[in-house]
């Protein structure tokens, strides 16, 4: 079973940046699309960025132009780049499988933006 751990979160103000990691146990990157999400309190989980195995990536029209998904096949790892962060991105982020797949959630990483 594939554990996924994710990392880098923490307290940024507003305009600060932060980059997110993910850690498979096992090789998915280069398999698999995987995507970041994220969970804002009371609200439902909603997918934010995506990259498939070919590299080819795609965002939420909310992130759009200030995150961004990348991915290390030989380190098993996937990261989110987040720059000029608002109050809104503020949200407990996972990773996971975005197209055919799907694995056991990890615990995400809390990320708060301050206004």
């Known amino acids: 079973q594939v554990q996924l751990v994710e990392s880098g979160g923490g307290l940024v103000q507003a305009g600060g940046s932060l980059r997110l990691s993910c850690a498979a146990s096992?090789?998915?990157?280069?398999?698999?699309?995987m995507g970041w999400y994220r969970q804002a309190p009371g609200k439902q989980r909603e997918l934010v960025a995506t990259?498939?195995?070919?590299?080819?990536?795609n965002y939420a029209d909310s992130v759009k132009g200030r995150f961004t998904i990348s991915r290390d096949n030989a380190k098993n790892t996937m990261s989110l780049q987040m720059n000029s962060l608002k109050p809104e991105d503020t949200a407990v982020y996972y990773c996971n499988g975005a197209g055919s797949r799907s694995f056991s959630w990890g615990q995400g990483t809390q990320v708060t933006v301050s206004s």
């Open positions: 990259i498939t195995s070919g590299g080819s990536t």
């Open positions: 096992r090789s998915i990157f280069s398999t698999f699309t």
